[in-house]
């Protein structure tokens, strides 16, 4: 079992920036692919970014150039730096953890980005 929990959401204006830390419990941290995902308010919850263990971030279209993730397995971090927020960014951000079968979520931090 792993338990994530994020921190580092707020409220910052837009054109600010933030950055969301997701620490993992265990000691397996290593083998799992890192997500963060959002929700905005009346939206389904969509991929903003990802990275594989030993492998290649990804990020959706609409953070491309903007959002950066990476990780610490020494730490048992995954990160989020985000800049040149927008107001259409605003959601709550939520950490993943996937390895084969094991699938796991923190409960999320929330961002707002005022116009």
């Known amino acids: 079992q792993v338990q994530l929990v994020e921190s580092g959401g707020g409220l910052v204006q837009a054109g600010g920036s933030l950055r969301l830390s997701c620490v993992a419990s265990g000691s397996s941290f290593g083998i799992y692919r890192m997500a963060w995902y959002r929700q905005a308010p009346g939206k389904q919850r969509e991929l903003v970014a990802s990275i594989p263990s030993g492998g290649i971030a990804n990020y959706a279209d609409s953070v491309k150039g903007r959002f950066t993730i990476s990780r610490d397995n020494s730490k048992n971090t995954v990160y989020l730096q985000m800049s040149s927020l927008k107001p259409e960014d605003t959601a709550v951000y939520s950490c993943?953890?996937?390895?084969?079968?094991?699938?796991?979520w923190g409960k999320g931090t929330l961002v707002t980005v005022s116009a």
């Open positions: 993943n953890a996937h390895f084969l079968l094991e699938n796991y």
